[in-house]
């Protein structure tokens, strides 16, 4: 019973971020379900929650899509995940998460300082942001940093930045979870949690969207900014023991 509510909580605060923020509920979910139950049962079910969110956020919020971006991000990110897959078989997981991290935390301390370098005024690099994506999300089910990434950098407005990764989000998802179907990963203990969560992340979502429009326009890329570090922060603390062990082991 223990178990079960910690699990629950876990959902429940994941898909609140995510219904706040439009991102993040994997990079809060896996770690902490990964140490409950282990990764093959939360890889499944984060996926399965994902794709639910994503569904009803698209709806709520389907006239601000950028259409362009979205699908040429979905694309690439497709061709990207292969090549994670690949990956996932190394020993490349602690190295990539800790070059993830700093990413994160360097460019939202960039951004936090407003320098006002650049910014993409069209989708030419967006096979790059992709490409990472698909790699990430193929091998650690975390494809939203380098999309979220780019969504800051094309400037995209609240509402636009919400919608066009709820999109993106489906797209890549749903075939995310079929993956998952298709080598195995989708056990009984799987669907018996999903199906109880449902009520919960119905809720979640609710809360989310009253806390998001209390997000003034003006700060709402300050408060993305924030979030990424703080995940970039927890990224770093979560892979450098098992970077040291690499490094001394090799």
């Known amino acids: 019973m223990a178990i079960q509510l910690i699990i629950f909580s876990i959902l429940f605060l ?3 971020i995510r219904s706040t923020f439009g991102f993040g509920d994997a990079l809060i979910a896996m770690p902490l379900l990964s140490m409950v139950m ?3 049962f ?3 079910l984060v996926a399965l ?3 639910t969110i994503a569904s009803i956020l698209l709806v709520q919020h389907r006239h601000g899509i950028h259409f362009n971006s979205m699908k040429l991000l979905s694309i690439y990110t497709i061709v990207g995940i292969p090549i994670g897959l690949l990956m996932l078989k190394g020993l490349y997981e602690p190295a990539v998460k800790f070059i993830l991290a700093l990413v994160l935390i360097g460019f939202s301390a960039y951004k936090i300082a407003k320098p006002k ?3 993409l005024v069209d989708d030419k690099l967006a096979f790059l942001f992709g490409m990472g994506a698909g790699i990430l999300g193929g091998a650690y089910n975390t494809n939203g940093p380098p999309v979220i990434i780019y969504g800051t950098l094309r400037q995209w407005p609240p509402e636009q930045f919400r ?3 709820q999109g993106y989000f489906l797209i890549t998802g749903t075939i995310t979870v079929l993956s998952h179907g298709l080598v195995g990963l989708w056990t009984t203990s ?3 949690y ?6 919960i992340v119905f809720i979640s979502i609710g809360l989310g969207r009253l806390f998001h429009r209390q997000i003034p326009i003006n700060q709402f890329d300050n408060y993305v900014y924030v979030f990424l570090m703080v995940i970039g922060i927890m990224l770093l603390v979560d892979t450098l023991p098992n970077l040291t062990k690499l490094v001394y082991f090799g």
């Not at 999903?194 to 009520?199: D, F, N, Q, T, V």
């Open 117 to 119: 370098l650049f910014h």
């Open 163 to 165: 919608a066009t990764l």
């Open 14 to 16: 994941s898909s609140l």
């Open 190 to 192: 799987v669907w018996f």
């Open 194 to 199: 999903y199906i109880l969560s449902l009520p």
């Open 49 to 51: 929650i994902s794709m």
């Open 38 to 40: 282990g990764v093959q």
């Open 42 to 44: 939360a890889t499944p």
